[in-house]
Nanobody
């Protein structure tokens, strides 16, 4: 069994910064893509950023040049550095990861529980 645990959410003023972390634990052989999603009240969940095992990144247009995704494969952790935060960034942020728990077996997508980010104006 694999678990993803997010941390780092909270309340911040407009223009502030937060760093989210998501650590994967359990039976892990390899992790392929990792990503961050968010869901604001009354809205659909949307991709914020993703990163491949090779380090290629992808960002939503709304967060480009403000957010940075990174990963530490030795610790099975993905990070999201969020700068210049805006009230419209307020949402529950969740991470996911494509995890292979044993060699030659298929990857499976796991999700964390989410962490609240609130940006006050």
């Amino acid at each position: 069994q694999v678990q993803l645990m997010e941390s780092g959410g909270g309340l911040v003023q407009t223009g502030g910064s937060l760093r989210l972390s998501c650590a994967a634990s359990g039976s892990i052989f390899s992790i392929a893509n990792m990503g961050w999603y968010r869901q604001a009240p009354g809205k659909q969940r949307e991709l914020v950023a993703s990163i491949t095992k090779g380090g290629s990144t992808n960002y939503a247009d709304s967060v480009k040049d403000r957010f940075t995704i990174s990963r530490n494969d030795a610790e099975n952790t993905v990070y999201l550095q969020m700068n210049s935060l805006k009230p419209e960034d307020t949402a529950v942020y969740s991470c996911n990861a494509d995890v292979q728990y044993r060699n030659y077996l298929p990857f499976r997508l796991y999700w964390g529980q989410g962490t609240q980010v609130t940006v006050s104006s």
